[in-house]
């Protein structure tokens, strides 16, 4: 009887748990190329959403419930049948629940505007770690890990460490891919940037800064206001510390970019008039190009 219990149990469990981490919802805009038939892309959108979500990419058991939610927006600039190849830019984000509401928050968002690949109409995406050569796979797996290795890390301090060497091994081995966005120092904003500068060591508080901001910040706020913006205002000191210590970085901008309307409503009518120009400060520091924005939570 025990043991015909424990069956049951673990049956019972693997219906409700899953290896796959992602809810990612995908988006093929084929809208600026004409004369070209949409079955294509309509494939190529289902192809993506099922290499996305039906991987198991770590050996982490996630419930339906808890999967990362992410989108990718992608918007095709030309299409060259003759080659099968796509000319792309992507919008991509990963959104977090925040504990105790109805509110989803952004744990990151950018733009890549060399995502560009190859692909044939109903061939199967294959992705080895170690042996790439098939550039959108490489770009898939990269999104998929860095969304994972984010969300790990606003749980717990430097949680999505090992997930995020993942990334960095993914970029080491796609540098002998021909397509743009891989290579160290061709850009500041290219997916290379963006995992170098997140898991340098200089840049270190502001992966502390994610647990602070999003577990001790956010997540508390729907029990105690108060307390949850003390820990956000603590996380923005990080963050104002790491931008100090790579001013070259452009992560904190970015982060302080997609949280502006956020950031605005956890300060305006809301703390004293002291931690709201030490936030005022900050943010205007790393981005004085939100400057206008940043004088509306001191209100």
């Not at 809810?23 to 099922?50: D, H, P």
């Not at 105790?100 to 952004?106: F, P, R």
Request: proline share 3%.
């Amino acid at each position: 009887m025990k043991q015909a219990i424990i069956i049951i149990a673990s049956l019972f469990c693997c219906l409700f748990c899953s290896g796959q981490e992602l809810n990612c919802k995908v988006k093929v805009n084929r809208s600026a190329v004409q004369g070209t038939s949409s079955s294509v892309f309509q494939t190529l959108e289902t192809a993506i959403t099922e290499f996305m979500n039906q991987r198991a990419w770590t050996d982490m058991q996630y419930s339906e419930d808890e999967r990362i939610d992410c989108t990718l927006n992608i918007t095709v600039r030309q299409y060259k049948p003759a080659d099968n190849l796509f000319t792309c830019e992507l919008q991509y984000q990963c959104i977090r629940p925040v504990w105790g509401s109805n509110y989803n928050t952004t744990i990151f968002s950018m733009r890549d505007p060399d995502f560009t690949f190859t692909y044939i109409e109903n061939d199967p995406l294959e992705f080895n770690e170690v042996s790439m050569d098939n550039n959108l796979t490489a770009m898939l797996a990269y999104y998929a890990y860095l969304f994972i290795g984010l969300d790990l890390d606003t749980f717990s301090p430097l949680g999505g460490t090992d997930v995020l060497h993942r990334v960095e091994s993914i970029v080491n081995n796609a540098q002998s891919l021909p397509s743009s966005g891989w290579k160290a120092f061709s850009d500041t904003r290219n997916r290379h940037a963006i995992i170098n500068d997140y898991m340098e060591t200089s840049m270190q508080p502001m992966r502390q800064m994610m647990y602070k901001y999003y577990r001790e910040g956010l997540d508390e706020m729907s029990s105690n206001a108060d307390r949850g913006r003390t820990a956000i205002t603590d996380a923005l000191e990080m963050l104002a510390e790491a931008h100090k210590a790579k001013a070259m970085s452009l992560l904190p901008q970015v982060f302080t970019d997609f949280k502006r309307d956020e950031l605005v409503g956890i300060y305006r009518g809301h703390g004293t008039a002291n931690e709201k120009n030490k936030v005022y400060e900050i943010l205007a520091d790393i981005n004085v190009a939100q400057t206008a924005e940043w004088k509306k939570l001191q209100r």
